[in-house]
């Protein structure tokens, strides 16, 4: 069975620092671009950062210079990872895995992160 699931979600102080993990269940994600994406309560689900199977990132521009995205591409296991730095309140959301490859597109259940004094 095909899932992502995602761990390291909390509450930590602004300034502070997670780093959230997504675990691929599948070899097969290693030719994925991995994603993970966060949603605010009453706002739309939006793109945080990706990087392509080929290492290749992009950032929103509201989490450049903070979060730094990287993957491992495992044997049996693909393992996505999101390292966020200086955090701040706006960037208290639902995070989500994204794994996708054309018409194909997988999603996890999403890690809480509360960035709050």
């Known amino acids: 069975q095909v899932q992502l699931v995602e761990s390291g979600g909390g509450l930590v102080q602004p300034g502070g620092s997670l780093r959230l993990s997504c675990a691929a269940s599948?070899?097969?994600?290693?030719?994925?671009?991995m994603g993970w994406y966060r949603q605010a309560p009453g706002k739309q689900r939006e793109l945080v950062a990706s990087?392509?199977?080929?290492?290749?990132?992009?950032?929103a521009d509201t989490v450049k210079g903070r979060f730094t995205v990287s993957r491992d591409n495992a044997k049996n296991t693909v393992t996505v990872y999101l390292q966020m730095n200086s955090l701040k309140p706006e960037d208290t959301a639902v995070y989500y895995c994204?794994?996708?490859?054309?018409?194909?597109?997988?999603w996890g259940k999403g890690t809480l992160v509360t960035v709050s004094s």
């Open positions: 994204n794994a996708a490859l054309s018409v194909w597109t997988y």
């Open positions: 599948a070899s097969i994600f290693s030719i994925y671009t």
């Open positions: 990087i392509t199977s080929g290492g290749n990132t992009n950032y």
